[in-house]
Structures are given as structure tokens and as C-alpha cells.
């Protein structure tokens, strides 16, 4: 049985005469689930109910987006709450299996072999099996004199993530589903870096006009770029996909993609290809951290004509949601809001730098925790920092418990590439 720490509420809280509802919002809100026997805040007094895994298996669709969260972000529903927090942990695993180490010979690869990343990455038991490694190559064309310089330097071909499948029994029920998970990490070697700086947009293959989807050209580069000794991460997930559809097909299934800053722009990318690439593709829903734009408007439109679902964790108080490029919509408003006057909108898209926001957003923000420091801009982006942040919020009327359990251990211990 899963089992959930209610604490009480605290005077932190504004008065129910306040504001309609802020106090009733607040209480609903303040349940905190227990993980891999994490210590616990010294503040709160605890009592321990039962979750209801019956609420999620019987309404999966729903939380997978299906009514794009209506409802579900604020006050940010519990359920929904524990489906973020853990398939943050599927990214933390890919972090945790890259080898950031320049020195060492398996470089930029997975640390771990065969079956055992999920296991040995120590986020705790998942009832999901890896099925296949994936890696993102820079197309970046390198000059000769690269040749004479470190090799971590011109790593082209990465480890970026990794497909697993749902398999245990229990867990199946418990999701409604069958669950098929596609993990990405963030930036972390040179030359995705300099694909990361590549902000003009670039037309997609399947577009045909100027006025068609458009994303960003580095994210695409390495989404679609290949070595003769090594496909490309579309071939890769394309093939994958097409081989768990032809398996799984015939039974409920979903395909949740995830991933944090880079991650989350190839997340974005992956479930633009699978919906577009697969007749009757089972339902594709996007959970991002920290991600970057990624496409224009027209780009946005075609995610939604596709039945995508993206659901963007965004803190407000991260850089890297704000970039790249301007955002630019179909009216003034949106121009206003990012900053930008109306009448350098035609220039703006003449550079290719309009984009777009795509899926819902969960907006959140450090300078609501008592725990982070808001002047920290790495921090602000940690991947930590969100699965924190997630974890603590309650409404925009409430928008942090104050008795929420930190869960940013082992920082000290470990130095996360954006």
C-alpha cells in the first residue's frame, strides 16, 4: 500500500475571510508523499492516510491531459501531484546514468549496462523495464583543427535518455495502462551547448511553406542528426515506438515523454514526431521541466490538431523558460507581455526569433519556498529544485506549504549540468 504524510496546516495560511476559498484550498492541498524513506522536515506532525490508486487507474486519460488538466493545476490535485513527481524521477535517473566525468573512457555515455540503469540509479522500484538506450548527435560540421583538441570537447554522439516499459502487474492496474516512458537529461557536454546557441528557427522536413511549423534549429539538429555509427535520435525513437505499438497495441497504452531544459525541447520534438509519424498512435502526453521554446505559433497549432498533451513545469524565477528568442502570438497582447513592442514584431519574425509557448503550464516560483535561494540562477534551474517545488505547491492563492520536505539531498554531492 502507498501511503501519503498529511501535515497540519499552518498560521502561514491567510484567513478563509481573506480571500473566497484560499483556506479550503490550502488544507486540500497538504498532503506530501513519502519516497525512498526520505527524512522527513523537523516541523510537521504527520498523521498517514492511504492513497486512493483506484482515483488515477480508473481516470488516467484525465491525467494524462485528456481535458488538458482542466481542473487538476490549481489547486494542484494530489494525484497529479504524485504522476509529476515520479516521472521526475525517471529524468533524475538519466542524469544519474550519464557519465559526466571528461576523464573518463566511457565519457558521455551511460554509466550503466543492459537492464540495470533504473535499478542502479537508484530512485527506487519503478515496475518499468528499459528497453532501449538513446543517443543525440551534434550536426554541428566541426573544423579540422577540433581534431587537436580534448576529445570531451568534440563529443558529437551523446547518451541522452532512454525508453522503458511498464511490466509489473500491480503497477499496470494501479495506472490504468500500460505505460511507455521516454527519459531525456539536459545539456551537458560541449557540443550541445553549441547546438543549445543555434535560436533561428528552422523549417521542419514535412513543411512545405514559410508559414509552416517551424522549431528551433539546434534542438532539431540534434534530434535529427546521425554518424555513420550511429542513427539518429528520431530513427532511434521512431524505431522503438513502432516495435512497443506493434507489441503492446492491442491493450490499453499511453507514451509519456519527459525531460528537463534540453530534455524537455526533445520531448516536445519526439511526441511532434510520434503523433505525426504513427496512424492511431496511442494517447502522447509531454511532461517537461525547465524547457526552453520550441517552436513558432504554427508549430503550436500542429501539437494541438495532433492531440499532443504537454503539460510545462515552469518556474518563473528560471532563465531558461524565457529563452530562446521573443514570444510572439496572433495579437498584441502576447507581444506586450514578453516585453516586445508590437511594432518590432515583423523584424523579430523576420530573424526567425518569434516563438511559442506550447501545452498548459504549471507555473511555479523559488521565492515561495523558505528552503531555495532565489538568487541562485543555476539553482533556479535545477532539476531539484522543480521536483521541490512541485512538491510544495498548493495554489496561487496558497502557493507553498510551509511544512514541505526538501527534496534537493545530495546536491552538495553532485554537480548538475544544465
Not at 512497443?244 to 492491442?250: P, T
Not at 530534455?263 to 511526441?271: R, V, Y
Amino acid at each position: 500500500m502507498r501511503l501519503q504524510v498529511r501535515p497540519p496546516c499552518t498560521t502561514r495560511f491567510l484567513p478563509s475571510h481573506s480571500r473566497h476559498g484560499t483556506l479550503t484550498q490550502c488544507v486540500k492541498g497538504m498532503r506530501l508523499t513519502v519516497r525512498n524513506s526520505a527524512v522527513l522536515h523537523q516541523s510537521f506532525e504527520s498523521s498517514i492516510v492511504p492513497v486512493n490508486s483506484a482515483k488515477l487507474g480508473k481516470k488516467w486519460m484525465e491525467y494524462q491531459g485528456l481535458n488538458n488538466w482542466d481542473g487538476l493545476l490549481d489547486p494542484l490535485d494530489d494525484t497529479l501531484r504524485n504522476e509529476i513527481l515520479r516521472y521526475g524521477k525517471f529524468v533524475e535517473a538519466a542524469y544519474r546514468s550519464f557519465d559526466f566525468d571528461p576523464d573518463s573512457p566511457t565519457y558521455a555515455t551511460c554509466k550503466f549496462s543492459g537492464n540495470s540503469l533504473l535499478n542502479r540509479s537508484e530512485i527506487g522500484y519503478t515496475g518499468y523495464k528499459l528497453t532501449k538506450n538513446l543517443h543525440a548527435t551534434c550536426g554541428v560540421r566541426l573544423p579540422r583543427w577540433v581534431d587537436r583538441t580534448p576529445a570531451w570537447m568534440s563529443t558529437q554522439s551523446c547518451w541522452i535518455g532512454y525508453v522503458a516499459v511498464c511490466q509489473d502487474k500491480e503497477e499496470i492496474a494501479r495506472l490504468g495502462r500500460r505505460d511507455v516512458v521516454i527519459a531525456f537529461r539536459g545539456t551537458a557536454t560541449c557540443m550541445e551547448w553549441v547546438e543549445n546557441l543555434r535560436a533561428t528557427l528552422t523549417s521542419l522536413v514535412s513543411s512545405t511553406n514559410n508559414g509552416g511549423p517551424m522549431v528551433e534549429s539546434g534542438f532539431w539538429s540534434l534530434y535529427t542528426s546521425k554518424l555513420p555509427t550511429c542513427p539518429s535520435l528520431q530513427e532511434m525513437v521512431r524505431d522503438e515506438i513502432g516495435r512497443v505499438i506493434r507489441s503492446y497495441g492491442d491493450e490499453p497504452l499511453s507514451i509519456t515523454i519527459t525531460g528537463h531544459s534540453l530534455g524537455a525541447a526533445l520531448a516536445t520534438l519526439s511526441a511532434y514526431d510520434i503523433a505525426t509519424t504513427f496512424d492511431h498512435a496511442p494517447m502522447v502526453t509531454v511532461v517537461s521541466f525547465g524547457g526552453p521554446r520550441v517552436g513558432n505559433t504554427s508549430f503550436r497549432c500542429q501539437m494541438e490538431k495532433s492531440g499532443t498533451k504537454i503539460l510545462r513545469i515552469v518556474n518563473s524565477d528560471d532563465v531558461i523558460t524565457k529563452v530562446p528568442g521573443f514570444v510572439i502570438d496572433n495579437n498584441d497582447v502576447a507581444v506586450q507581455a514578453a516585453g516586445l513592442p508590437s511594432w518590432l514584431r515583423k523584424p523579430v519574425e523576420a530573424m526567425q526569433l518569434g516563438y511559442a509557448d506550447v501545452g498548459q503550464e504549471l507555473r511555479l516560483s523559488s521565492r515561495e519556498s523558505p528552503y531555495l535561494n532565489k538568487n541562485n540562477v543555476a539553482a533556479c534551474h535545477d532539476l531539484k529544485t522543480y521536483l521541490h517545488l512541485v512538491n510544495g505547491f498548493v495554489s496561487s492563492t496558497c502557493p507553498f506549504r510551509a511544512t514541505a520536505t526538501r527534496m534537493l539531498e545530495r546536491q552538495s554531492r553532485e554537480k548538475a549540468f544544465i
